[in-house]
């Protein structure tokens, strides 16, 4: 979304204003825990042929894509804005600081730098309205019951299922193909495997324990409340709760690989 909104704002110009409407309070806060919070941005693989053939379902349809954008333009869309990237020997390239927060920074800037606006609100519902002398326009309502009319929608719905971006797609009359998981996580409750966590811990150290965990429930698609109760929860569960109000980065290692698991 942040990406797409970029390259809008950048051919627009003084033509036109984009506006991104994000549902959480967290922007970009799958991308601060990707990669085990390295961010993997892309892989090295530059023959779109050969890069297709990395995507089982909607690969031939992908062909096209990819001769117009593919990892080398990533690669050369990221070192244009000062950020290098790296090559591991399983081909995933990641920041050469090895900090989600390099990419994060970048896109966040520029966002800015391109005249992107960006609301912490969510779009409740989309229609498509009738516009005399020129194509339509969409009119959407959002999660606090504010409306706003817009020329252009780009909807960036993610790989939830539960999103409500595909609910709107279908409603101006799109068909969506079924889902089948791709990248998941096991969730197993056994405080024995505490001990076998990593090193590693994929944490926002700027954020207080409280808000790590809250932000991770609200990317799971719980309610601002349910995501407080379940933080209290966990951070009992894990016996964090006295550190809970305090920046992740001043945790010792096991706090934070606790954090992790929570």
């Known amino acids: 979304g942040f990406f797409a909104a970029i390259a809008a704002a950048e051919a627009l110009g003084e033509g036109g204003r984009v506006t991104i409407y994000e549902a959480t309070a967290h922007p970009l806060a799958k991308v601060r825990v990707s990669g085990g919070g390295r961010c993997n941005v892309t892989h090295a693989c530059f023959e779109p042929r050969e890069l297709v053939k990395r995507y089982p379902r909607g690969g031939r349809e992908l062909l096209g894509a990819f001769h117009r954008w593919q990892p080398r333009d990533t690669v050369a869309w990221f070192a244009a804005r000062g950020v290098e990237l790296k090559t591991e020997e399983d081909g995933r390239m990641f920041p050469v600081t090895d900090d989600s927060a390099t990419i994060v920074e970048c896109l966040q800037q520029a966002a800015k730098a391109a ?50 971006g595909f609910t709107m797609a279908e409603s101006l009359g799109h068909a969506i193909e079924p889902l089948v998981p791709s990248l998941f996580t096991f969730h197993i409750d056994d405080a024995r495997l505490i001990g076998l966590s990593g090193q590693f811990a994929a944490v926002d150290e700027y954020l207080t324990g409280r808000e790590n965990i809250q932000m ?47």
């Open 115 to 164: 005249g992107v606006e960006l609301i912490t609100k969510g779009v409740r519902k989309a229609e498509r309205v009738g516009r005399e002398g020129g194509p339509p326009a969409f009119w959407l309502t959002l999660t606090d019951g504010g409306e706003m009319r817009c020329d252009r929608l780009l909807l960036a719905t993610g790989g939830n299922r539960a999103s409500a």
């Open 216 to 262: 991770v429930g609200q990317l799971y698609q719980l309610s601002a409340k349910a995501a407080r109760k379940r933080a209290d929860e966990l951070l009992e569960r894990f016996n964090l709760t006295e550190a809970a109000n305090r920046p992740s980065k001043t945790y010792s290692g096991g706090m934070r690989r606790r954090l992790d698991l929570a």
